[in-house]
């Protein structure tokens, strides 16, 4: 058995004195791997050698005379029962580290009144972190709104770990309780995804939500109100022209069923995407509906522009030319009009909300040009910038049919000009030609 405890406070200052007096560190063991450097400076270390798995390791037990001869011992012989169960000191000395360390850090943020380490809070935020770099700035702006305002407040503080599917439903019907459902689902998604993300990072252990599909009832989708009837599209062509509005907004509203556009598209339009000689209208992706990765490989949407488009432009240019943006706000040159413009000239009108909508001129044009006019309805869909749903046909982009379009859009153009006439009102085709 080797000997243990053979050191005494005496022979520890004997040697502490001879270490100062001849500048030469000293080593005075105490057996079972306990031994002390006596240092020149007056100080003494305390060391356990040991060895673990087969391998020697060293540990600090503190200094003397802060840490004495019966504490170095304790620690010791502390150790010497961990190595005994299997366990390093070495690794049970960092984990307590760490933990000294992450209390501080959580007494640090509670004080600044910041999300602390575990709770849903910080994860969502380290979540939002590392998703938003693949989207939108828009999409961002409304997961980032979706947490402030009906998550983080309600159930930010607590610990992921501790959050159960009861709790959560409980959110849920909260949010619903203001009659917006349709919030409440998408609240539920995303803090399904942080819950995600806190089992990656070792925060909780499952995700609660993955128990509450279906508690929430979205209402049946509503297709955005569209005008299918060639009649009626005649009569709220006629509003148009005798729109009484300004100026700008006359042209957009003359533009919007000419185009194919969704709203958002036509009022940010640029006069630098448009070449009125070429009859065509550039618009970048970026601009374009889809996701983030889409809108930066995407080539531009061609949008060919019939004779009735470009003169409805050229008379435009002369009075927002000089600018960037062909439907300029009346407030301010450096921002598009409003995007309730064209609603609000609709409602002027006195088209309701149930009659139609921006948007739906999209849905006028895919269903009466191939309906009354037979057009082909892969080039309409191409001009309408709908995804192609296959792999290999993705390869092939929507310019590869410009010429179609150039063809298409003008028969478009020259049917609104019959239909505002009056004079034309087609049967239903038997079939859509291609």
Request: positive net charge; glycine residues 8%.
């Amino acid at each position: 058995m080797a000997t243990s405890d053979t050191l005494s406070d005496k022979a520890i200052r004997a040697a502490l004195a001879r270490a100062r007096k001849t500048g030469t560190a000293h080593k005075l063991s105490d057996g079972s791997g306990l031994h002390l450097d006596a240092r020149p400076t007056g100080v003494g270390w305390w060391r356990l050698r040991y060895r673990f798995e087969g391998k020697e390791g060293m540990l600090s037990l503190g200094t003397y005379p802060d840490t004495g001869l019966a504490l170095a011992r304790e620690r010791r012989d502390d150790a010497r029962r961990q190595l005994a169960a299997g366990i390093n000191p070495s690794d049970t000395r960092k984990a307590d580290k760490a933990a000294r360390e992450q209390a501080a850090e959580v007494a640090r943020l509670v004080e600044a009144g910041e999300p602390v380490p575990g709770t849903f809070a910080h994860t969502a935020a380290d979540w939002f972190q590392y998703r938003r770099a693949g989207w939108s700035p828009r999409h961002a702006d409304k997961v980032q709104a979706l947490l402030a305002n009906d998550l983080v407040p309600f159930i930010g503080l607590r610990r992921l770990a501790e959050l159960t599917a009861p709790e959560m439903l409980q959110q849920v019907r909260r949010i619903e309780a203001r009659g917006v459902s349709e919030t409440a689902y998408r609240a539920l998604r995303v803090a399904s995804a942080v819950f995600c993300h806190g089992v990656q990072q070792g925060l909780c252990e499952s995700d609660p939500t993955r128990d509450l599909k279906g508690a929430v009832k979205l209402p049946l989708a509503a297709n955005r109100a569209a005008v299918t009837d060639p009649a009626k599209l005649g009569e709220l062509l006629r509003a148009f022209d005798g729109y009484k509005g300004t100026p700008t907004v006359r042209a957009a509203l003359a533009l919007t069923p000419l185009v194919f556009l969704r709203p958002g598209e036509l009022r940010h339009a640029e006069w630098a995407e448009i070449d009125l000689d070429a009859a065509l209208w550039t618009i970048p992706a970026a601009r374009m509906k889809g996701t983030l990765e889409a809108k930066a490989k995407n080539p531009p949407h061609l949008v060919p522009l019939a004779r009735q488009a470009v003169a409805v432009l050229r008379e435009l240019h002369p009075l927002t030319g000089h600018g960037r943006f062909v439907f300029p706000s009346p407030l301010t040159d450096e921002k598009p009009m409003s995007e309730n413009a064209i609603l609000a000239a609709l409602r002027r009108m006195q088209f309701t909300q149930q009659e139609v909508t921006g948007h739906g001129f999209r849905a006028t044009a895919r269903t009466l040009a191939v309906e009354r006019l037979g057009l082909d309805a892969e080039v309409l869909e191409a001009q309408l910038a709908h995804k192609v749903k296959d792999a290999l046909g993705r390869a092939y982009n929507r310019t590869t049919y410009l010429q179609q379009r150039r063809a298409l859009m003008q028969a478009w153009a020259d049917y609104l000009d019959r239909l505002r006439q009056g004079a034309e009102v087609l049967p239903l085709r038997a079939s859509a030609g291609r």
